[in-house]
């Protein structure tokens, strides 16, 4: 068990439009999910912290208006990039953890290229 | 300030030679020391959670073992699909949060 899936896999768009991401747990109730991106050859970086029925925290220098969070059930939490810009090509994981434990499941993550 | 450092950065072994690879940490209260493995393209891939200093786990060619400053992944007789980038995060820290703090990462790479 603990799988995570993210989807789109690969996602293309012009500058100007949004995108949404989505990361569900198909086998465990996640009461917490989180994003995350990833720059070429380098770690992972927590964008925030999304809570079932609650607003996401941000970590600091996310700004919460351009990467919109919702995370409506214990099993689906989406990301949402307002007006894309190139800048925000990069690498989006989301990652899930059972009620209870401390262990984060990743998913596949998501290619973001913004033309 | 709560800091993972991991090392070597990069390591390249040859088919069968095993070695290790270390996180070490500085975190208050530490709830979990956690390593991941990283293929390219794709998301980590849990392997072992840790909680307390002299705690061991094993899976196949892997150990991870962990003290209260450092922990070490050893990688016995490895083989080349185990070539990938080894992930060592924390939880726990200042804020006690859920949250983990990454390091960066050692790319391993094993030749037949």
């Known amino acids: 068990g603990a799988v995570v899936s993210q989807h789109p896999s690969w996602v293309i768009c012009k500058s100007g439009t949004s995108v949404k991401i989505e990361c569900r747990s198909l086998?465990?109730?996640?009461?917490?999910m989180f994003w995350y991106r990833q720059f070429p050859k380098q770690s992972l970086m927590l964008m925030a912290t999304?809570?079932?029925?609650?607003?996401?925290?941000?970590e600091q220098g996310v700004e919460k208006d351009k990467f919109l969070i919702n995370h409506a059930s214990l099993t689906l939490s989406t990301l949402t990039v307002t007006s894309a810009h190139p800048e925000d090509s990069s690498f989006y994981i989301c990652?899930?953890?059972?009620?209870?434990?401390?262990?984060?499941?990743f998913g596949p993550g998501t290619r973001l290229l913004v033309l | 300030e709560d800091q993972v450092t991991q090392s070597p950065e990069a390591l390249r072994l040859q088919e069968g030679e095993s070695s290790s690879l270390n996180c070490s940490y500085t975190v208050s209260g530490l709830r979990g020391l956690f390593w991941y493995r990283q293929d390219p393209g794709k998301g980590p891939e849990f392997l072992f959670t840790l909680y307390s200093a002299g705690e061991e786990k094993e899976k196949e060619r892997l150990k991870a073992t962990l003290t209260k400053k450092e922990s070490f992944l050893h990688i016995t007789a490895p083989k080349p699909e185990d070539s990938a980038t080894y992930l060592c995060?924390?939880?726990?820290?200042?804020?006690?949060?859920?949250?983990?703090?990454f390091g960066t990462g050692t790319r391993l790479q094993v030749f037949p």
């Open positions: 086998d465990f109730q996640a009461t917490t």
């Open positions: 990652s899930a953890s059972r009620t209870g434990s401390e262990t984060q499941y």
């Open positions: 999304s809570n079932e029925g609650s607003k996401a925290t941000y």
């Open positions: 995060a924390v939880q726990g820290g200042s804020y006690n949060t859920d949250k983990l703090i």
